[in-house]
Each structure stands twice: as C-alpha cells, then as structure tokens.
C-alpha cells in the first residue's frame, strides 16, 4: 500500500568526465553545472581494465575546481589500497568493483569511515546474486551496462535484469540504495534502465558529445523522470 513505500529518492543524473576534453575537465565541470547532480569520474588503472585515465591527483584538481559531488569509479585492481584515499580527497562517493576485492564488506565500513559514500560495482559478466547479502553495507551498487574499460559503446539491455533483481532485493530489504546504470545510457536507453529500477544515470557520449551538455542532461533526467514516475 502506497503509506508504506518507502519516498522514491530523486533522479542522480552524471555526466562522465571520460567523454570530455582532458585537458580541459574544469571546463566541462562548469559546463554541467546546476543541471546535473554527480559528476562521474572514471578511474582505469591500466590492469583491471586495458584503459588508463586519471587518479589522485586530478580527483584533487577536480575537487578544488567544482563544487558537483565526485562520484568516483574505480576500474582498479587492489581497490583495498587505494580507493579510501579518494574518499579522503573528498569524493562522495566511492563505487569500486567486486570483482577486484577481497573483502568487499571491509572496504565499505573503511570508505564510510572516510567520509564518503560506499559504492559496489558489478560489470557484465558478473552475477549479481552474489553480492545481494552485502548490499545493506553499501549506498550505491553500479550495475554496467557495458564492458567495463570504455566508453561510447553499445547498452546491453540483458544487464536490466541484474537492476531488477536488486531494485527487488532493496525493497524488500528496505534499503536506502541507489542503483545506478553506467554504460550506453541515452535518451533511447535510459527510460528501460528507469524503469527497471536504477535511480542514478552515468552518462558519458549522450552528454559530453552533445553540443549543449546540460541540456543533454536535462533532456536525459526528464525521461527517467516520466518513465520512473510511470513505473511506481
Ligand atoms: C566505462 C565507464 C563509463 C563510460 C560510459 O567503463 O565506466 O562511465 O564513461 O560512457 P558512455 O556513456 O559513453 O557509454
Ligand atoms: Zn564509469
């Protein structure tokens, strides 16, 4: 009955910095700015995945240079090591991936400690059902929508059943989790991940390879908006 459901948390629109000019990521910050809630930077180290992009440094600079929450990913091997350092550069939120970690649960309560938000991501070859249990651990659990490594490929509309089976799992549970979508979400694709279940939307091409970036923004968010509003 509608008293007891839980208040639908609102649409998190985030551009990903990877579809923008690197040498000009302030920029491209700015350029979102007021239309959009997180900014997702993806971080690739080269061996969990084949892509190399950024780490400290530039989460530093990036911090220093926007007030958007940094919401970052971690495509990382030995996440353990690293991933508190970004919660403690002032992330807010930290999503690193199972199938890099021994102790999942661990690096949740260290990244809480830290002060930002713990994320889970699973990529595409990965079930979910797996880390269903740890999920009261995390605020945000990643589920791609892609192969992890890249960006500006095509969404895999399979990957939905792994929102919905968690979307399930969550309410069930009554767990305050957002479930965000990475990879190929765009104004043809993000109502079904909507629907599904996801209220959080990285968007890398649809947005930094629009010609106005925040109303791409702006445009997505109305759509998950109507197909979430749509699906209660
Ligand atoms: C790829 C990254 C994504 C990427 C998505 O591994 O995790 O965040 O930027 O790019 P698009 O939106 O172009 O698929
Ligand atoms: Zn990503």
């Given at each position: 009955?509608?008293?007891?459901?839980?208040?639908?948390?609102?649409?998190?629109?985030?551009?990903?910095?990877?579809?923008a000019d690197f040498a000009r990521l302030a920029e491209a910050?700015?350029?979102?700015?007021?239309?959009?809630?997180?900014?997702?930077?993806?971080?690739?180290?080269?061996?969990?995945?084949?892509?190399?992009?950024?780490?400290?440094?530039?989460?530093?600079?990036?911090?220093?240079?926007?007030?958007?929450?940094?919401?970052?990913?971690?495509?990382?091997?030995?996440?353990?090591?690293?991933?508190?350092?970004?919660?403690?550069?002032?992330?807010?939120?930290?999503?690193?991936?199972?199938?890099?970690?021994?102790?999942?649960?661990?690096?949740?309560?260290d990244l809480r400690a830290a002060g930002s938000k713990a994320?889970?991501?699973?990529?595409?070859?990965?079930?979910?059902?797996?880390?269903?249990?740890?999920?009261?651990?995390?605020?945000?659990?990643?589920?791609?929508?892609?192969?992890?490594?890249?960006?500006?490929?095509?969404?895999?509309?399979?990957?939905?059943?792994?929102?919905?089976?968690?979307?399930?799992?969550?309410?069930?549970?009554?767990?305050?989790?957002?479930?965000?979508?990475?990879?190929?979400?765009?104004?043809?694709?993000?109502?079904?991940?909507?629907?599904?279940?996801?209220?959080?939307?990285?968007?890398?091409?649809?947005?930094?390879?629009?010609?106005?970036?925040?109303?791409?923004?702006?445009?997505?968010?109305?759509?998950?908006?109507?197909?979430?509003?749509?699906?209660?």
């Amino acid at each position: 009955m509608a008293q007891f459901q839980a208040a639908q948390a609102d649409t998190v629109i985030a551009p990903s910095l990877l579809a923008a000019d690197f040498a000009r990521l302030a920029e491209a910050a700015d350029a979102v700015e007021g239309a959009v809630d997180w900014l997702h930077v993806d971080v690739m180290d080269n061996h969990f995945v084949p892509n190399l992009t950024l780490g400290p440094p530039i989460v530093k600079s990036l911090k220093a240079a926007t007030d958007i929450p940094l919401d970052c990913h971690l495509m990382i091997e030995d996440p353990a090591r690293w991933a508190v350092g970004y919660a403690e550069l002032g992330a807010y939120n930290v999503t690193f991936h199972a199938e890099a970690s021994d102790d999942p649960v661990a690096l949740a309560k260290d990244l809480r400690a830290a002060g930002s938000k713990a994320g889970l991501a699973i990529d595409r070859d990965t079930a979910v059902e797996d880390y269903l249990d740890l999920l009261p651990e995390f605020d945000t659990l990643l589920i791609m929508t892609i192969k992890a490594g890249f960006g500006g490929q095509q969404f895999l509309p399979a990957m939905l059943d792994k929102v919905r089976a968690a979307r399930t799992h969550a309410a069930a549970g009554h767990l305050e989790l957002r479930i965000e979508v990475d990879g190929g979400i765009a104004d043809d694709t993000i109502a079904a991940a909507a629907e599904a279940g996801a209220d959080a939307f990285v968007a890398g091409t649809a947005v930094y390879g629009a010609a106005d970036p925040a109303d791409a923004a702006r445009r997505l968010r109305a759509r998950a908006d109507a197909a979430r509003s749509s699906s209660l």
